[in-house]
């Protein structure tokens, strides 16, 4: 009885490490985000992140496509300046997975178990950050995060970088809670 209550527990478990991009958010409570219908690319700062052409023309198409659905136009007199950066980074996790019976102990894990797995699961994790800055006082006022598994795979890699991007600005402009 005890195993079929664990394997559901472990399935739960299974799909929650698997969950997609974390989102933190920060900003300046001071600044009133109504007046920021327009926005430009701060050139310079996205020049400087090292990741390939092609994956910085994903993300910078995926957030002219969030961004137009939340009503900004890209302008050359912009009132909001977007930087991002990157950073990745190797993880590895190792698990094992063993069952059976133990002197004095009963079903479960103890130190006498028979048969068993042991795997080591190999990936990398990327973290995106989302710069707002307003245009004309040079001042950093949002900024978002996302976290979560990167994929290597050409045809993933537009879904990848999109839903990191559409979680990441989901949260802009922020909710003021008075």
């Known amino acids: 009885m005890k195993t079929q209550q ?3 527990f ?4 299974v799909l929650a490490s698997c969950s997609s991009v974390r989102v933190n958010t920060d900003y ?5 985000f109504d007046g920021y219908k ?3 690319y701060h050139k310079s700062g996205i020049d400087k992140v090292e990741i390939s052409d092609l994956d910085k023309k994903r993300i910078l198409r995926s957030i002219d496509e969030v961004m137009a659905a939340k009503g900004l136009t890209k302008s050359e007199t912009p ?4 930087n991002f950066f990157t950073k990745e980074r190797e993880q590895v996790d190792i698990n094992q997975f063993n069952m059976g019976w133990g002197y004095g102990w ?5 130190p006498w178990m028979w048969g068993g797995n042991t795997s080591v699961n190999r990936y990398t994790e990327g973290t995106l950050t989302i710069d707002f800055i307003d245009a004309k006082k040079k001042e950093l006022i949002w900024q978002g995060q996302g976290e979560g598994v990167l994929t290597k795979r050409m045809e993933k890699k537009d879904e990848n970088i999109k839903e990191f991007v559409t979680r990441i600005l989901e949260q802009y ?3 003021v809670k008075k």
């Open 106 to 110: 009963g079903w479960g894990w103890n």
């Open 6 to 8: 664990f394997i559901p």
């Open 173 to 175: 402009p922020p909710t």
């Open 38 to 40: 327009t926005y430009a």
């Open 10 to 13: 472990l399935l739960l478990f």
């Open 79 to 82: 009132d909001l300046l977007i």
């Open 28 to 32: 300046d409570k001071n600044v009133s």
